[in-house]
């Protein structure tokens, strides 16, 4: 089983990252259901000066397999 790892840079995009989380974890799954692949995201968040962090902890509360690197 093959594994597709997404690295997500994160600086200040509160207004579009839970838009663009769904997204990418919603791809990511249909990809994991259809081809069996695992999958991982590792959002970077770049010091973020928004609610960018909070979302991001939101998220990796529901999904273990987003991972938050400060």
Request: glycine share 2%; net charge negative; charged share 30%.
């Amino acid at each position: 089983m093959g594994k597709i790892s997404l690295v997500l840079p994160v600086y200040n995009e509160q207004v579009i990252l839970k838009e663009v989380l769904t997204k990418y974890i919603t791809d990511l799954e249909n990809i994991r259901i259809k081809h069996k692949y695992q999958w991982e995201i590792i959002a970077v968040d770049d010091c973020s000066e928004d609610e960018s962090r909070l979302i991001l902890m939101e998220f990796a509360r529901q999904y273990q397999n987003l991972r938050i690197v400060n």
